[in-house]
């Protein structure tokens, strides 16, 4: 795995232009999130989605979550409501997921039921912004590892193994966070799905 050193609040053209070339080559990025680090891969490239289920060791069938720039980015790629905007206005950007449907004719429209927020990390934002769509924002280790929050603590839960991220975004040592409150919009009642640091 290539390691670049980066600034966990700003954010760098030179190592962006270099992470989104790897997502754009169908690579797995290893990146800095408001929680912990996650695995950014491009979903609109064949093959992109597998390989993250090979690195993580995970069913295909499982559903991956995504981190989008903003609520535009969201707006262009999924369907929302009134209800919706209202929390996502409210709580984005930061630890909220919305269980969301894709819309026709983006990358997203093959899952009946996306994972998305935006996250207050700015690295978390600049990927998809630049890579102009969603990325996937999966838990970075290997399934049934604890999540890590620092870029060693990912390299030791891939050493070893055959199929590994290609770029790792090293921003050093996160806050221990918990993961994001999970919801989902049915009419009009909010159902929580995982409960988190936002209390809805």
Do not use: H
Request: net charge positive.
């Amino acid at each position: 795995m290539k390691t670049i050193r980066i600034n966990l609040y700003c954010v760098s053209k030179r190592a962006l232009e270099r992470a989104v070339a790897v997502l754009q080559g169908g690579g797995v990025v290893v990146f800095p999130t408001d929680t912990a680090y996650g695995l950014a891969a491009d979903p609109s490239i064949p093959g992109a989605i597998d390989r993250i289920c090979r690195i993580k060791g995970r069913s295909k069938q499982k559903q991956l979550p995504f981190v989008a720039s903003g609520q535009d980015q969201v707006r262009a790629n999924f369907r929302l409501n009134k209800k919706i905007l209202g929390l996502i206005g409210k709580f984005w950007p930061g630890p909220l997921t919305v269980v969301l449907k894709g819309k026709a004719g983006s990358p997203f429209s093959v899952w009946p039921d996306a994972a998305v927020r935006v996250p207050a990390s700015v690295w978390a934002r600049a990927l998809p912004a630049a890579l102009g769509r969603p990325v996937t924002s999966t838990s970075a280790n290997f399934s049934g590892d604890p999540n890590c929050y620092s870029a060693a603590a990912v390299r030791r839960s891939f050493r070893g193994r055959a199929d590994r991220p290609d770029l790792v975004l090293d921003a050093g040592n996160l806050p221990e966070r918990p993961p994001s409150t999970i919801v989902r919009v049915v009419g009009k009642d909010v159902l929580v799905l995982r409960s988190g640091p936002v209390a809805v």
